[in-house]
């Protein structure tokens, strides 16, 4: 069964770096979304992506955020100067259409800032 | 407000018994999934059900909504200690057409051999 698939699994980073976490949607899916689990928090949505652009983000997604996909496979989310209080753990899904509103979810990157 | 409350947050209960999680929401919903998520991993999507239903069934699973009280359950039947995982309701607003998911703060459930 096709699975969304993330790396690296665990990402450790000093404050002020740039990390790009990566995720391979299942192919043919349409809709891409990153989201974000502080430890012990709910999950929070981040980003929606569609047709090569953003269709909706939160307020946690500011300029330091950003998504992209390169390629007709990857799906990349950079956050450009890491602080602490960016440690979390990452989950990318891809969804294959409207009609059906199951997301698949990916394992996720746990993100540690130091 | 926040959207997408379960109680309890926490549940410990021996094998063979049901586990009742129950979730709350505040705002016109499409839909209503249940995830669950074992430790340290990610969420496994488990059942979704739609405005317009009242009770849907898989597996060991059964999950009733009712828009009137805003509120949804998910009853696991004959748990299992692998059903030991915490449990997340998450809505889905149409909000622009992209679904995008809005979770609750979860259940830890530990099912006890």
């Known amino acids: 069964e096709p ?72 799906f990349t989310l950079k956050i450009r100067s890491t602080k602490l209080e960016d440690s979390a753990m990452y989950f990318c899904a891809s969804m294959p259409g409207r009609a059906t509103d199951t997301q698949y979810f990916g394992p996720g990157t746990r993100l540690t800032v130091l | 407000s926040q959207q997408g409350e379960e109680d309890p947050q926490a549940l410990s209960i021996q094998e063979g018994e049901n586990a009742t999680m129950n979730c709350s929401y505040k705002t016109s919903i499409n839909n209503l999934q249940w995830y669950r998520q074992n430790s340290g991993r990610g969420l496994v999507h488990l059942i979704l059900i739609r405005s317009n239903e009242r009770e849907k069934h898989s597996g060991r699973l059964r999950v009733t909504l009712d828009t009137s009280k805003k509120s949804s359950s998910l009853l696991i039947t004959a748990s299992r200690a692998a059903d030991t995982a915490s449990y997340f309701c998450a809505t889905v607003q149409r909000s622009g057409g992209y679904n995008k998911l809005i979770f609750g703060a979860g259940t830890r459930l530990a099912v006890h051999p």
């Open chain 1, 3 to 74: 699975e969304v698939t993330q790396t690296p699994s665990h990402q450790v980073t000093q404050m002020g770096q740039e990390v790009i976490l990566r995720c391979v949607p299942i192919s043919n899916h349409l809709y891409f979304y990153w989201y974000r689990q502080i430890l012990g928090q709910k999950v929070e949505f981040l980003v929606s992506f569609y047709n090569n652009e953003i269709s909706e983000k939160s307020e946690i997604f500011d300029d330091q955020f950003s998504v992209e996909r390169p390629d007709g496979s990857n």
